[in-house]
């Protein structure tokens, strides 16, 4: 579904990502952690286009994200990013923000964005609040409807960078436990996140990044139980 091929990166003279390679199969969960600053979110943007590459490719959904020849903002619709700030739509109510990428982007009728959007605030547990606006929620409700958000667009995979990371402790699990339950019911999903009790229930791979580099790409039980790079056993000894 997602593929990364020999991928650097620069900003100026910054060699942000240094021959990044890695693939997210249809269905798979790959979480990417590491230091801050080593490239997490800067690799998940290139993904959909948000941040351009000098060197490498990248392919999703057979289609090269970055050659110049795939339509982006179609490209964009169909793969869900749920940031850190939610980046909700502050003027609009709730309802809204679910209904106008779908009106606007896929040329819904209004009439069935709306229900469509209900349907997913039902899902993420938060009909209750359809007609408030975002800043009369809390930040977990917020990012539940930024991933509901999301979901309206009927995405073929998922990009979150740090989705709970700006949230305060107790807000956390009713975020993961809508990831949880979007990783097991199937869709394709790469997460930056330091919640490695999340990794560790539903991930398939980790990604470990380190200064630009992809250090370590296990499978969930290998980078856990062995991580095979210092640098990784040390950043997990420090968050575990
Ligand atoms: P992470 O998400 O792992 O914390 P980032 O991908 O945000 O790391 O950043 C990786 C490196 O690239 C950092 O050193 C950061 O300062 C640098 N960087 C990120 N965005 C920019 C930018 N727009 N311009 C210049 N440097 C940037
Ligand atoms: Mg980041």
Redesign the pocket.
Known sequence: MIEIRDVNKW??P?H?LKNCSTQVEKGEVVVVC??????????I?TVNAL?PIQQGEIVVDGHSVHGGKTHLPRLRSRIGMVFQNFELFPHLSITSNLAIAQVKVLGREPDEARERGLRLLERVGLLAHKDKFPGQLSGGQQQRVAIARALSMDPIAMLF??PTSALDPEMINEVLDVMVELALEGMTMMV?THEMGFAKKVADRVIF?DA?EIVEDAKKDEFFGNPRSERAQAFLSKIL
């Open positions: 900003f100026g910054f942000a590491g230091p801050s600053g080593s490239g997490k979110s800067t690799l943007k941040e960078d740090e930056v990044m630009g």
